[in-house]
């Protein structure tokens, strides 16, 4: 009797393909078209009568006659990936015959490709799980196999969930992450994107790169914070003056110009240390600039200490670099120092 039918289907579907192979000759289309729609016809026929012949001989019935249910199982495993992947060949086929650009067929054949893996996933689990102690078998070995190959997803989900509830950065803070520093722009649940700064620019001034941190790096690396609670730091200027300049002016110039740099921010810089002492161990009372005198091999080094804001460090620099600059050119006592060297002569006198 199955015989039979096979028989009738089989020249059902050679009718089939007559008549839609005539209404293609009859049609308007181009030679080419008409090839590529008759060979994408015929994968599709050889398919659908592939499934139903299954259908018609019911292999399940056959397969469970095995002796061995390993056996059995492993060969409707088989059936069941020849029939999954064997349309996705037909998908594939029909997407790489579009008339779209190659970025989007990538795109379109990658998404087949993950959606036939599920498929066939969701296949087997009935296949090889019929009891539920079963079902709890296979869902442990699943669980288990999934937590070890996605362990770096589920750690970079669980360093979101930090991020979230402790709060260690929010979007628009400027952190340094391991070996990369810049500000916060997106947190999103696998990764944190950075407007990059520093790297090849000096300064702490944007690169115009967005890099993207796992979350996951929280748990192994050390992460900065430059603008958390608190958005000061300290910096420093050095100058290099020679021996016989006189370096007490110069340091007098120095500190009255970090005075006059961190003037402005004192005050707020007050308020945030007292806010942030009922949460933090902070000891934080002296807030004005200083100059630090150090004898080098080449003369006296000047090392001005001053407070300002993270972002604008670099401008800072820049202001102060610049007052300091005119005001020791119109000081004649006042020389910079460099290192020097000093060649003689064989026979030559040295004073």
């Known amino acids: 009797m199955n015989g039979i039918k096979s028989v009738f289907l089989l020249v059902a579907f050679l009718v089939a393909y007559y008549l839609i192979r005539r209404g293609l000759n009859r049609s308007r289309l181009s030679k ?39 056996l059995a199982k492993s060969t409707l495993s088989l059936i069941a990936f020849i029939g999954v992947y064997g349309l996705l060949y037909f998908v594939r086929s029909f997407i790489n015959a579009l008339r779209i650009p190659i970025a989007e067929r990538h795109q379109y054949r990658k998404r087949a490709s993950y959606i036939a893996t599920l498929i066939f996933a969701i296949t087997l689990i009935p296949i090889w799980a019929r009891t539920t102690q079963q079902w709890t078998t296979i869902l442990s ?18 360093g979101w969930l930090y991020i979230v509830f402790r ?3 929010r979007t628009g803070d400027r952190i340094e992450f391991g070996d990369v520093k810049g500000d916060v722009i997106d947190i999103r649940v696998f990764q944190t994107s ?3 700064i520093g790297n090849w620019v000096d300064g702490d001034q944007s690169t115009g790169r967005v890099v993207h941190v796992p979350h996951g790096r929280i748990f192994r690396e050390t992460l900065y914070n430059y603008t958390q609670g608190f958005e000061y730091l300290w910096n420093e200027v050095s100058v290099l003056v020679t021996f016989e300049s006189d370096w007490e002016k110069a340091r007098e110039i120095l500190l009255r110009f970090g005075q006059e740099q961190s003037t402005e921010v004192q005050q707020q810089v007050k308020k945030k240390i007292d806010r942030m002492a009922r949460e933090y161990l902070i000891y934080y009372k002296n807030f004005t600039s200083i100059v630090y005198v150090k004898i080098e091999d080449s003369g006296v080094k000047l090392t001005m ?14 202001v102060l670099s610049r007052k300091i600059l005119s005001a020791f050119d119109r000081e004649p006592g006042i020389e910079f120092a460099y290192p020097t060297y000093r060649i003689y002569r064989r026979g030559e006198e040295r004073d």
């Open 32 to 70: 080419t078209r008409i090839l590529l729609i008759n060979k994408l016809i015929v994968r599709f026929l050889v398919l659908l009568f592939g499934v139903l012949l299954v259908r018609i001989w019911a292999f399940s019935t056959l397969v469970s006659h095995f002796q061995n249910p390993i």
């Open 194 to 196: 950075l407007l990059e």
């Open 141 to 158: 070995v699943l669980g288990a196999g999934i937590a070890l190959a996605l362990h770096q997803v589920l750690l970079n989900i669980a």
């Open 305 to 318: 200490r001053y407070l300002t804001e993270a972002k604008k460090r670099r401008n800072g620099e820049d």
């Open 167 to 169: 709060h260690p950065y």
